[in-house]
């Protein structure tokens, strides 16, 4: 063979009638290539389940540390700043003497309209304006549709058992006698119990003249598990001969009932749990960039921030005497 006969181009073969035309062979992803997209994409759901997992956890061990302890260190700082404002407010004779402050205007929910002294539990608190249960977060709170603590008539008082320094928790332990002092506006009254009662005793009758009959309020049982669920409302009457005096009353909400919880955190609450998914989103895709240490190190007060306000909006959706 020549080599011009070597250098001869290939003519394609002719094909005859009849045959089939020769199909090419399709072109795949070796399967090495199929075996790496699934194995990211099984790495990809594990960092979104792991990332999720530890931002629920972080809000559970929250919620519950807020409860226990928070809340407790939450309601004295409350207090401090409450108790200090109203010794001013007394000074300044600008205390409110009823649902109406100094100036006419409303009392502003979570405001100190009186303080209230137990000396048998050795307990004194600054009484709130409002008794739903984002206001007793701060301490016991006097309810709208009642006179002011002190005055003439049936005032009520509303507060925690066992969460945010549970300041009725012991409640129950007061007996006939007992006194109890409550300072407001317009002076210092003192009461003594009547007694303790649950749901279906006897009311003492009411005030006369210018009798003031005190009623404190709070849920039954002092435990933390025992109290996730309170089914019982508890009472503890007191009488004081002469209240102090008669002020205007507010029309109560239905947050303000015992037992009630608050539903208008809800929008808020909505909110916090979608910045808490995109955390979670962000984590995700930070991890494929930066290291895991520096992602966590970054993310982590984010998500603290996140689980308090969060916890802050769960709490006012539990029972006000929780």
């Not at 011009?4 to 003519?11: C, K, L």
């Amino acid at each position: 063979m020549t080599v011009a006969e070597t250098q001869r181009p290939m003519i394609p073969r002719r094909r005859s009638k009849g045959e089939a035309p020769k199909r090419r062979p399709k072109l795949t992803a070796p399967k090495f290539a199929r075996r790496e997209i699934r194995a990211g994409e099984t790495e990809e759901m594990l960092d979104i389940s792991s990332s999720a997992l530890t931002v629920v956890t972080i809000l559970c061990l929250w919620l519950v540390f807020q409860l226990l302890f928070l809340g407790m260190l939450s309601e004295t700082r409350s207090q401090n700043l409450l108790y200090e404002q109203y010794r001013s407010e007394l000074a300044q004779a600008t205390a409110p003497t009823g649902a109406l402050d100094y100036n006419g205007d409303t009392v502003e929910r979570g405001a100190p309209v009186a303080i209230l002294s137990i000396p048998a539990l050795g307990a004194q608190q600054v009484v709130v304006q409002g008794t739903s249960s984002r206001d007793l977060m701060a301490g016991p709170g006097h309810f709208p549709g009642s006179p002011m603590p002190g005055q003439q008539g049936s005032p009520v008082v509303m507060g925690r058992a066992s969460t945010f320094g549970a300041p009725f928790r012991e409640l129950t332990q007061l007996r006939p006698g007992d006194p109890i002092v409550v300072q407001n506006a317009e002076g210092s009254v003192t009461y003594h119990v009547l007694g303790v009662r649950r749901a279906g005793d006897p009311v003492p009758s009411a005030p006369t003249g210018t009798q003031s009959r005190l009623t404190l309020v709070t849920a039954t049982g002092s435990g933390f598990l025992a109290s996730l669920a309170p089914r019982d409302v508890v009472y503890v009457d007191a009488l004081a001969d002469k209240g102090t005096g008669t002020g205007a009353t507010a029309a109560p909400a239905s947050v303000d009932l015992a037992m009630a919880r608050d539903t208008s955190v809800l929008p808020l609450l909505a909110l916090c749990l979608a910045a808490l998914l995109a955390l979670v989103i962000g984590i995700c895709v930070a991890r494929r960039h930066f290291h895991v240490l520096l992602v966590w190190l970054v993310a982590c007060p984010v998500a603290i921030a996140l689980a308090w306000v969060t916890t802050d909006h769960v709490v006012a959706l539990l029972p006000n005497l929780m």
